[in-house]
């Protein structure tokens, strides 16, 4: 799984997340901020809401003070299916190297880390013009 770092690097890049059912985020900042969550029926799901934007809804949880949150104050972690697909035709192969994979893109270039999520992260950073 990547983490909060490369998470946030995405984001900034311009990786536009729209909530889908199986997505898993993290809330930064305060108690819960080591807590992956999971968007599921019946537990955490996702509202639209006016103005081109949704909240992220948490049913049945009498034991915390979240109802609710939007979208856009939650970091999502993206999956390796995910990655790969916002690689698009910029995605090569994906090969098992000694301590992790390695992405190759077709402009080339070579990305390494020590798993496959990780290493989709890091190219897909490159393709979007990211330091």
């Not at 999971?38 to 909240?55: F, H, R, Y």
Request: charged content about 25%; proline content about 5%.
């Amino acid at each position: 799984m990547i983490d909060a770092d490369l998470a946030t690097r995405l984001r900034a890049a311009g990786l536009a997340w729209r909530p889908t059912h199986g997505d898993r985020f993290i809330i930064p900042g305060g108690e819960m901020a080591g807590e992956v969550f999971m968007l599921a029926e019946m537990v955490i799901e996702v509202q639209d809401v006016p103005g081109d934007t949704s909240i992220i809804k948490f049913n049945g949880t009498t034991e915390w003070a979240l109802d609710s949150i939007e979208h856009v104050r939650v970091l999502w972690l993206p999956r390796e299916d995910q990655l790969r697909d916002a690689l698009s035709e910029h995605f090569q192969t994906l090969t098992a190297v000694p301590g992790g994979f390695a992405v190759t893109l077709t402009d080339g270039t070579r990305h390494l880390d020590i798993d496959a999520e990780r290493t989709y992260a890091r190219a897909l950073l490159h393709t979007l013009g990211a330091p």
